[in-house]
């Protein structure tokens, strides 16, 4: 039911009349396959929420070109231009005020009167977003509370049948999703780790104010960003953090030379490699649920560069649900 749309000219206009019809299509980003509709389409809107059972309205990201087009939807500060510069297309997502004047509809906020707005980068969905000429809202293009997908085999593993099409563009180079940032306060703060470094965010905006201690901030966060909920990301076994030993009952995610022992074993990155690690996580995750064995146990990952995005979707997957 659900197509599957070449990543060339063709299959980005089809994708493009869809859009335009009020239909959602699946797209590739470098973070993870996005699930798009028109923002400005309150029933397409809708219909994202309904198709990924998402239990409430969460704010929605809003996917624009460029820069520019990103301004008339929300009032830049001078920060998030000098962010935009830097890190645009890019895997960073700003949080600021919506204007007045935007057509975006309201259920894209979640009636907040800000609006996350990112220039991804990734030459389909800007191909996508230039060919439609609109805002397109996508959230990942999983079923919610499941594991984000990377590739087009993952999105229709959640969403075939439930929506009109997905572009096939491949593996995403990225594999963790954006870095949420939100400027409508005094100071920056980061609403959620994702695949610009805050150690990237630091040197542009200067002190960034994090909401680290998970379990006091979460409650805060969650109010302030619905998405952010602790068991979030989440395979169907349960999962083990900072595994040092592992049993043969046990699934190993590894990072680096493998524990011994274990029933099966996914390589995130045998160099010790953040950024290779983090385009391979989501699947690592899938990987290791399908086997049905007792339990995932995942090797500590360093908390620097993308480390901090792969161990909060980690700390996700492997919080009480
Ligand atoms: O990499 C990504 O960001 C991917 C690709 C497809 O672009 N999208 C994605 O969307 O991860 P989603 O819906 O899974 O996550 C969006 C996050 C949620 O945690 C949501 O609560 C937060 O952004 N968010 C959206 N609008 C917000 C707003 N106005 N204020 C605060 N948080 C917001
Ligand atoms: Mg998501």
Redesign the pocket.
Known sequence: MTRRLAADADGIAEAAALLAAGELVAFP????????ADATLPRAVARIFDAKGRPHF??????VPEAEAAWLQVAPTDLARALAEAFWPG?L?L?LE?RITSRVALL???G?D???V?V?AHPV?LALLRATGTPIV?????RSGQV?PTCAEHVLDGLDGRIAAVIDGGACA?G???T?L?L?GSMPVL??P??VATEALVAVAGPISRAIPHAVAEAARTL?????MVSHYAPTLPVRLDAVAVAADEALLAFGPPLPGAGATFQLSLARDLPEAAARLFEGLRTLDATGLRRIAAMPIPPEGLGEAIGDRLARAAAPR
């Open positions: 980003t470098e973070t993870v396959y996005g699930l798009g969460n704010p929605l990201i809003v996917h895997p997502t949080v919506r894209a906020g979640a907040l800000t609006l996350a990112r991804p969905a996508a959230p990942s293009a999983n984000s990225v963790v999703e954006s949420v939100d409508t609403l959620r994702g695949g302030r960003s619905p998405g952010l």
